[in-house]
């Protein structure tokens, strides 16, 4: 165990490899498999570097990092396929994998619609690894960590969260030719400041950790606290809500797989039957944009065909959807470079979602609100209608009346009932769309938006 542990200290003190070892690494399995007379094979190189300071009681409490790199091949034979990954680089290791590999695919059933890989492609260039991110320190780490928790301490409050950096980087190519390469950095802090029984939080994610003010986040999150004490108990019911763009992430962020085609086709989308429809009010339009400047993720899908930038709402109207090669071949489509790897249950999806936004601002929301709610986020969301996509969860972290267009009591937390598309329908006031981060770790480009007759159905015991 010790040895181990030392091993990984050491990693997590590397660079990300030069690409052209990546690239080295994939040559050599299609190199083997040639040999073994492979029909087709796909092979994924992926490399992590990821550190993460982690933070309750005012103090940091655990400091982890880890350095991995993995080899994904993927071989078809006689319309079989099947996929095994390692984390081992030897060439024996790389030829025992693309044997089982082998092996594995000789017991699968045949797949009628599996096509050939997909040969050469062109992608547009992207940079997002930022030196800064890359080069952030524990030390560096711990000492936003320490301001973060001196202002909860003067504050009488106590903080917890994290701070995370990390970079990765992937390289795929297959026996076609193909070759496509990405990497990226990302940092994160999230900051939850309890005063109490109350309590805030709030969290950025970015490709330049210089885009992220930890003790803004703590100052925000702190603030907020301190009003979030002695709420005020509401009747449920249907209000105007101010969703800030974390909230709005939390429930948009469950349409991602409604867009795709092979979920549409099956009839588990809540979009079956209903493209050309108009869906959703008419200032609501959201594309998937890998290319926007505030989104993340590399410019090709997981069998390497570009990704594109799809119109999936305009004005409210269900205007396309996303396709991989397999789905879109059966709908006599251009796929969109949305799929993802081979094989896999879930076909494709839009990973990169931008809800467009407004003119409004949340100071611009509350003033013209006569008496609604202020929503900081939501969790503990399920789904309880997949068709008309209804949803269940709770409010957290800062729920506030809002009466004549000002701030005032925290409310006790609720529980929602609420449809999305319902809720898309009703949104009155949009504010600027920027990268959001929710619950689920999952981030997407969305505005505030200010929506009427937003339906909580009971007050929650905490």
């Known amino acids: 165990m010790r040895g181990a542990a030392t091993k990984r200290a050491k990693l997590s003190g590397q660079a990300l490899r030069d690409v052209r070892e990546l690239r080295a690494i994939a040559a050599t399995v299609l190199r083997l498999a040639k040999l073994c007379r492979v029909k087709e094979t796909e092979v994924h190189v992926e490399e992590v570097v990821d550190a993460l300071t982690r933070f309750a009681n005012n103090a940091i409490h655990q400091n982890v990092a880890e350095h991995g790199l993995t080899v994904s091949i993927r071989t078809v034979m006689d319309g079989r396929t099947a996929r095994v990954t390692t984390n081992r680089l030897e060439e024996d290791a790389l030829r025992a994998a693309l044997e089982n590999s082998l092996a594995l695919a000789a017991s699968q059933p045949k797949d009628p619609h599996l096509l050939p890989l997909p040969g050469k492609q062109k992608y547009r260039a992207l940079q997002r690894f930022i030196p800064a991110t890359a080069k952030l320190t524990a030390e560096e780490r711990a000492r936003a960590v320490k301001r973060a928790c001196d202002l909860a301490e003067r504050s009488d409050q106590v903080a917890a969260g994290i701070f995370e950096s990390g970079q990765s980087q992937t390289v795929l190519g297959n026996s076609r030719g193909l070759f496509a390469a990405y990497r990226q950095t990302q940092a994160e802090f999230s900051v939850t400041m309890q005063h109490g029984g109350a309590s805030s939080w709030a969290k950025a994610n970015e490709a330049d950790v210089r885009a992220i003010d930890p003790i803004a986040l703590a100052q925000t999150a702190s603030e907020k606290a301190r009003r979030a004490r002695n709420p005020v108990e509401l009747n449920p019911g249907r209000y105007t809500v101010i969703l800030e763009s974390a909230a709005v992430l939390d429930l948009a962020g469950y349409l991602f797989y409604d867009f795709a085609a092979t979920a549409v086709e099956d009839k588990r989308s809540c979009f079956s039957g209903r ?188």
């Open 275 to 462: 493209l050309g429809k108009t869906l959703f009010g008419k200032n609501i339009t959201i594309t998937d944009d890998v290319y926007h400047p505030e989104q993340l993720g590399p410019p090709f899908d997981g069998e390497g065909l570009p990704r594109e930038r799809a119109v999936l709402v305009d004005q409210g109207v269900l205007r396309n959807l996303v396709y991989s090669r397999r789905s879109a071949k059966a709908a006599h489509k251009k796929p969109t470079g949305h799929g993802f790897a081979l094989p896999n249950e879930y076909g494709e999806a839009p990973m990169n979602l931008v809800i467009g936004g407004g003119n409004s601002s949340l100071e611009e929301m509350i003033r013209s609100t006569e008496r609604g709610l202020l929503v900081t986020r939501l969790w503990y969301i399920r789904e309880v209608d997949p068709y008309e996509k209804i949803m269940t969860g709770m409010t957290r972290d800062g729920l506030y009346l809002v009466e004549k267009g000002q701030v005032g009591r925290a409310a006790r937390n609720f529980r929602f009932n609420q449809s999305i598309l319902e809720m898309l329908q009703n949104v009155e006031l949009l504010g600027a769309a920027h990268r959001a981060s929710g619950e689920e770790s999952v981030e997407m480009v969305v505005p505030p938006m200010k929506i009427r007759g937003f339906q909580f159905s009971e007050v929650t015991k905490f």
